[in-house]
């Protein structure tokens, strides 16, 4: 971004703001909408909004260290014969070998792997490097159903069925002809270098209903062995989830708007879904409301950063979280290393998110040999593993002022919101009084 | 010969036993009956047995199918073997919707008519139908080969990849980027071998081809109107 | 979401096992709503007035009573029946000026279905609950359509529950979701149809029979319907003289239908119809998307697209 003119009798427009006079611009170029990666870069209420009520005379803290406080999960108890458990909380998002480069799928399960928590595979199907290196892995099963084959089912720890993504709510998966690469296109079953069309819904299944059928399918084939989760983006959550539950979900995966995602339209990114701290409160209810809550467990997504972002997520109704656009991060991409790069492509680092473009300079979202090859899988993994650390250990921390002994034990009323959008969307009082607005649901 | 009554069996155990590969070297063979239109029947199944169903599948009937072969002596609910990856399914009355769909390999042979989206997404398996299939058929159709005697519905192939389509009768009209293709000695080749193994008489010359224009391959903004 | 099934004999002498042969179809369909259930069977034929199916919430309400006063009011009850928390009663009246009367003096009554053949029986729990409540097994007519509920953006209550009624003897059952029917609800209003829920399925009927009072044939509403709700939709519809069927133009919502000689039966998924007589030698087909296909007394099948 260009620094201001130094006229200081200038104004910008609110409305037509550079950016979107720039876009306004592009799109009469080039006839085509905008394409990126990443997820909304608007400012929406989220997490940053809600504060912990600490230790205090009434409430009184764990020490560090000695006194416990336990960040383990059990997923897929409702069903499965085998849940999976993990020991944070924090989990890494289904993001696809295409989107990504195979190396950036194999640094993601050392370092999943190495804290004990589990890697999702994406819109492609699985590969043989993030089996051989995630210790669990979920698979994802998409309208695409790219890749999707029996042996791979039976291979995976879970199944997460796929409705749809907070950054694209209704849209199917994209992949540009530049990342049509020979191995991603013979794993899809596509030719080279096409611009992939995807489906935006299932093939053989539209609704709850027929959805039920097609989960008891799926664990005919697996023997009732693994649990079964279900993925939406964040809409009409309330009864999204209740349908989720009645169609025999293990898992119910929540992706709010801030989602990332490796290509779609800007539009479709920034004006579709809601914020996840708008939806946990309504999948909690609706989970509380069939006395499901904690049985079919949750699992959020979409802007979650750090410990503070998983405690407030956990303690708004979550089970657990899985993280995206901050697992790549902690990856490489954006690093200020790569800066000439990024302005090479008419960007900079910390703004960069032509994911579409397969150009990453950080060898993450291209399919590029050359560039893929700057990423050792076995350094970013290291690094992702440190970041998993830090965020758990930072969400204990606040767990342990708010006197838990587990992370699980975190709840609302250990939350106030700093303003009114806030406090209505996580039905939390306003700090200093206890008035929560807009509670007649 | 195993036989096994889903009237008072559970589905549950049958496909657990169609899944073990220790109890088919001994039972290669299997009869099932009073299948009643029950859902996922013989789904995931990945050795090289027969399955006979006597009677009406619902859903998912031989769902993910590898290796088996598995006839049904009736109809099939929606989505019979799909994304099978290889082995034979035979359906001697009707298929549903989504029949064969996202199939990786095998041969589906279909002996009465399929309804909507037969082959939808399909990524290589072959499909017979020696009825009529339904509209939005081979919708995305990757690859693979998808052969109709009788007529086919609306929107034919729409924004159709490689799949190789073959249809005798009437087509009622074709879906986005879906063409009428010229008829060569590979293709007659390829059709006439499909028809054989279906067991079907009728000469390849009386099929018309129809395949992808590839105009939607990338995009460009002429084609915007397509979407 | 949902399961719907229909059953329409075609030989009268059918007409005593109308139930016997129904109730499994719609028991069939619990896997696809086991939330709550309901059915509207054409039967019990009164021609001199209209016959009413009322409900209440109150498991000792008093019919008798309100059976006398409308005898009081009206001088024509003919007859009347309890069955379960259901009052059926045959009035030899008009139907605008009964309803008028039961919404001024017993507005904690439900009007469940109004007409001269239809009965709707309606409510909260299992398909064989819902079907044991009112005896289904035992009830005698010529047709029948049947729901079996999973709830999908409103609550679970008895008033969401289909079969939806708006009309005389015109009831309607939905697999499906709409998208456009928050606005159409209120254009709807607006011309004096008048909305229980907030369902999107007890739309599609108010629909109906705007359109039917306005002087439309069940077939050309219908093709009205294609045109003006959005969304993805399987209907079942009853009339006085048969049953409609329609889907859709991306017909992603199934539907499988089964003839022989003896009866046309729908249903979305064909165990519900496995045990229907004669089932092995039916005609089994499915219906094509936006079509619209209607089963009268008259014996024609009527198909336009």
Request: aromatic share 6%.
């Amino acid at each position: 971004m260009t620094d201001k003119p130094t006229n200081p009798a200038l104004r910008e427009s609110a409305t037509f703001g550079r950016d979107v006079i720039a876009e306004i611009q592009r799109a009469a170029e080039t006839g085509i909408y905008d394409i990126r990666g990443w997820g909304a870069k608007r400012k929406v209420p989220h997490f940053d909004d809600l504060l912990f009520l600490g230790a205090s005379m009434s409430r009184y803290p764990l020490e560090g260290y000695r006194e416990k406080c336990g960040t383990d999960v059990t997923l897929g108890t409702r069903y499965a014969k085998k849940p999976i458990v993990i020991d944070t909380p924090v989990t890494i998002a289904g993001m696809s070998f295409g989107a990504l480069s195979a190396q950036a799928k194999e640094a993601l399960g050392r370092g999943a792997s190495e804290v004990g928590t589990s890697t999702t595979t994406g819109d492609g199907g699985m590969t043989a490097e993030e089996r051989g290196q995630s210790s669990k892995l979920v698979y994802q099963y998409l309208p695409s159903r790219y890749g999707m084959n029996p042996d791979d089912l039976r291979k995976a720890d879970a199944i997460e069925v796929v409705l749809g993504q907070g950054a694209k709510p209704g849209g199917g998966g994209m992949l540009l002809g530049q990342k049509i690469s020979d191995r991603v296109a013979q794993m899809r079953n596509l030719p080279m270098g096409i611009d992939q069309r995807s489906a935006c819904r299932h093939p053989d299944w539209t609704g709850p209903d027929d959805l039920a059928i097609k989960i008891a399918e799926l664990r005919e084939i697996t023997d009732w062995q693994v649990p079964i989760y279900i993925k939406v983006g964040a809409t009409r959550t309330y009864y999204d989830v209740k349908l989720a539950v009645k169609a025999g979900a293990d898992v119910v995966v929540l992706d709010g708007m801030q989602g990332g995602t490796a290509a779609t339209q800007d539009v479709f990114i920034e004006h579709v879904g809601i914020p996840i701290m708008a939806a946990i409160p309504q999948a909690a209810q609706a989970l509380q409301e069939m006395g499901v809550h904690r049985d079919v467990q949750l699992i959020v997504s979409g802007g979650i950063r750090n410990g503070a972002d998983v405690a407030k997520a956990i303690a708004l109704g979550a089970d657990a979280v899985a993280i995206g656009t901050a697992a790549l991060i902690a990856l490489g991409d954006n690093h200020p290393r790569f800066e000439a790069e990024y302005q090479k492509l008419g960007s900079a680092a910390g703004y960069y998110d032509d994911f579409q473009e397969g150009k990453c300079p950080a060898g993450i979202s291209t399919q590029d040999p050359e560039l893929s090859k700057r990423l050792d899988p076995v350094a970013a993994g290291k690094r992702l593993a440190n970041y998993l650390r830090v965020i758990t250990l930072e969400a204990q921390t606040l767990a342990r002022a708010c006197g838990k002994s587990h992370l699980h034990n975190l709840e609302p009323e250990d939350l106030v919101a700093l303003n009114i959008e806030a406090a209505a969307m996580a039905r939390v009082p306003l700090a200093g009084t206890n008035w929560v607005p807009g509670q007649q649901f | 010969m195993k036989t096994y009554d889903l009237s008072n069996n559970s589905l549950r155990e049958l496909n657990q036993a169609l899944h073990d590969s220790a109890l088919l070297a001994s039972e290669p063979e299997w009869r099932v009956t009073n299948p009643n239109g029950a859902h996922n029947i013989a789904c995931g199944l990945n050795d090289d047995v027969s399955v006979d169903i006597d009677g009406h599948a619902g859903y998912y009937c031989a769902g993910m199918n590898q290796k088996a072969s598995i006839t049904v002596h009736g109809n099939v609910g929606v989505g019979v073997a799909e994304n099978m990856m290889s082995g034979l399914v035979h359906v001697k009355g009707d298929a549903s919707q989504s029949a064969g769909a996202t199939a990786q390999g095998g041969l589906l042979i279909v002996e009465g008519n399929a309804s909507a989206r037969c082959g939808i997404s399909m990524k290589g398996v072959d499909i017979v139908v020696k009825g009529n299939i339904g509209p939005m058929s081979a919708f995305m159709g990757q690859s693979g080969c998808l052969v109709v005697c009788g007529d086919a519905g609306e929107a034919l192939g729409d924004s159709l990849y490689e799949a190789h389509i073959y249809v005798r009768g009437e087509v009622t009209s074709l879906g986005a980027d879906c063409v009428e293709k010229e008829m060569r000695q590979e293709h007659l080749d390829e059709l006439s071998d499909l028809l054989k193994r279906a067991d079907i008489d009728t000469a390849p010359s009386a099929f018309k081809r129809y395949g992808s224009a590839r105009q939607l391959y990338n995009f460009k903004v002429d084609n915007a109107s397509a979407y | 979401m949902c399961g719907i099934v229909g059953l329409y004999l075609k030989k009268p002498a059918l007409e005593s096992r109308l139930g016997e042969l129904f109730e499994p179809m719609l028991i069939a369909m619990t896997d696809r709503g086991p939330d709550s259930a309901g059915f509207a069977v054409y039967g019990d034929e009164y021609d001199a007035g209209v016959k009413l199916t009322l409900q209440s919430d109150d498991a000792h309400y008093d019919w008798q009573t309100l059976a006398d006063k409308l005898n009081d009011a009206f001088g024509s009850l003919d007859s009347w029946f309890q069955n379960a928390n259901v009052a059926v009663l045959k009035l030899a009246s008009e139907e605008n000026k009964v309803l008028s009367w039961l919404a001024e003096n017993s507005p904690d009554v439900r009007v469940m279905s109004a007409g001269q053949s239809i009965e709707i029986l309606k409510g909260v729990g299992l398909p064989t609950e819902v079907a044991e409540r009112y005896k289904l097994k035992n009830m005698r007519g010529s047709h029948a359509i049947g729901h079996t509920r999973m709830a999908t953006e409103s609550a679970v209550t008895l008033q969401g529950s289909h079969p939806f009624s708006t009309g005389m003897d015109l009831c309607l059952v939905h697999n499906g979701s709409l998208s456009n029917h928050n606005r159409l609800r209120d254009k709807l209003k607006r011309q004096g149809i008048s909305f229980q829920t907030d369902n999107d399925s007890e739309v599609a009927a108010g629909y109906l029979t705007w359109r039917m009072a306005k002087g439309e044939s069940l077939n050309q509403a219908l093709k009205s319907a294609l045109k003006d709700l959005d969304g993805f939709f399987t209907f079942t519809i009853g009339t006085r003289d048969g049953f409609a069927v329609v889907r859709d133009p991306i017909a992603c919502k199934p539907a499988v239908i089964a003839e022989t000689d003896d009866y046309v039966a729908m249903a979305s998924e064909y165990r519900a119809l496995a045990g229907l007589p004669g089932i092995k030698e039916a005609k089994v087909w499915e219906p094509e998307p936006a079509k619209v296909y209607v089963w009268e007394r008259d014996g024609a099948k009527v198909e336009a697209a």
